[in-house]
């Protein structure tokens, strides 16, 4: 529970510190978004970035992970269960790489995303998208994945990212 406390506040602490510092806010501040949907370029090259992210879990390819994402990264997990209740919990990315992806295990994974909602501000975005996930041919869960994207000088790259792990799919 501290955990969670921890990362809220840590998360409204980051928000408040990231507004603009402009002493007049904009004409019609009220119906502006925060963030514009991205559109074209932008849009396509952010979704390859989670397409490879897609086939790196589901080839288990370590090396298009090292491509994509940024090392010494934390994703966030929260679990629902049936009844509705829920929690989180933070992992160590690279640790979490190195066990599951293994290409030598003979867990076989699927996991596919759809209706991909992309926001963009200049050289940030996100990406929020439903997804399910199958291991060894068999459903195991779905969920909304939450992408993170930094735009280097070089490419997109998935800064952070967290997904929900839901049990009450239909």
Same mark, same amino acid.
């Given at each position: 529970?501290?955990? *969670?406390?921890?990362?809220? #506040?840590?998360?409204? #602490?980051?928000?408040?510190?990231? =507004? $603009?510092?402009?002493?007049?806010?904009?004409?019609?501040?009220? =119906?502006?978004? %925060?963030? !514009?949907?991205? $559109?074209?370029?932008?849009?396509?090259?952010?979704?390859?970035?989670?397409? @490879?992210?897609?086939? !790196?879990?589901?080839?288990?390819?370590?090396?298009? %992970?090292? !491509?994509?994402?940024?090392?010494? *990264?934390?994703?966030?997990?929260?679990?629902?269960?049936?009844?509705?209740?829920? $929690?989180?919990?933070? *992992?160590?990315?690279? @640790?979490?790489?190195?066990?599951?992806?293994?290409?030598?295990?003979?867990? =076989?994974?699927?996991?596919?995303?759809?209706? !991909?909602?992309?926001?963009?501000?200049? %050289?940030?975005?996100?990406?929020?998208?439903?997804?399910?996930?199958?291991?060894?041919?068999?459903?195991?869960? #779905?969920?909304?994945?939450?992408?993170?994207?930094?735009?280097?000088?070089?490419?997109?790259? *998935?800064?952070?990212?967290?997904?929900?792990?839901?049990?009450? #799919?239909?």
């Amino acid at each position: 529970m501290k955990k *969670i406390l921890f990362l809220a #506040c840590i998360l409204k #602490c980051g928000f408040l510190f990231s =507004q $603009s510092l402009s002493i007049t806010p904009p004409e019609n501040y009220s =119906q502006e978004p %925060f963030g !514009a949907v991205a $559109s074209g370029i932008d849009k396509k090259e952010i979704l390859a970035v989670i397409d @490879q992210f897609m086939l !790196a879990v589901n080839t288990k390819d370590k090396s298009i %992970f090292d !491509a994509i994402l940024y090392k010494g *990264i934390n994703r966030i997990v929260t679990n629902i269960d049936k009844d509705g209740s829920g $929690s989180s919990v933070v *992992i160590d990315n690279d @640790q979490s790489i190195s066990l599951r992806m293994n290409p030598k295990t003979s867990e =076989q994974f699927r996991e596919r995303y759809w209706d !991909a909602k992309v926001l963009t501000d200049g %050289f940030i975005a996100s990406v929020w998208a439903p997804y399910d996930f199958y291991l060894n041919g068999s459903f195991s869960h #779905c969920g909304v994945d939450l992408f993170y994207l930094v735009k280097t000088d070089k490419a997109w790259k *998935i800064a952070h990212f967290g997904y929900t792990r839901n049990k009450n #799919c239909n």
